[in-house]
C-alpha cells in the first residue's frame, strides 16, 4: 500500500474512533445515531471502524446529530 493510502487508512480509522468516543459520551446507541443521522446502524458501525471513507454530506450528518461541529471531528487527526 502507498503512503498515500496508508495515511487515508490512518485517518480513517481515527475518525471513526473520535465518532465511536462522541457518540458513548452522548449515551448514544449506534441505532440511536443512525436514526438522527439518517444513515444505517450498520453503515454507523462500519464508519466507527474505518471501514468507510466517508463524504463531506455524511460527516455533516453525523456531527449535527451529535450536536458537534465537523471541524470538532477531526481536532488532533491529520
Given at each position: ?29 449506534q ?37 458537534t461541529?465537523?471541524s ?7
Amino acid at each position: 500500500m502507498t503512503d498515500r493510502k496508508e495515511n487515508a487508512k490512518r485517518i480513517q480509522k481515527a475518525l471513526g474512533e473520535r465518532i465511536r468516543k462522541l457518540r458513548i459520551g452522548k449515551a448514544l446507541s449506534q441505532t440511536t445515531l443512525a436514526e438522527l443521522s439518517g444513515l444505517s446502524p450498520s453503515y454507523i458501525g462500519d464508519i466507527e471502524r474505518g471501514e468507510h471513507d466517508i463524504g463531506v454530506s455524511t460527516l455533516k450528518a453525523v456531527a449535527q446529530a451529535l450536536n458537534t461541529d465537523v471541524s470538532r471531528l477531526f481536532d488532533g487527526i491529520a
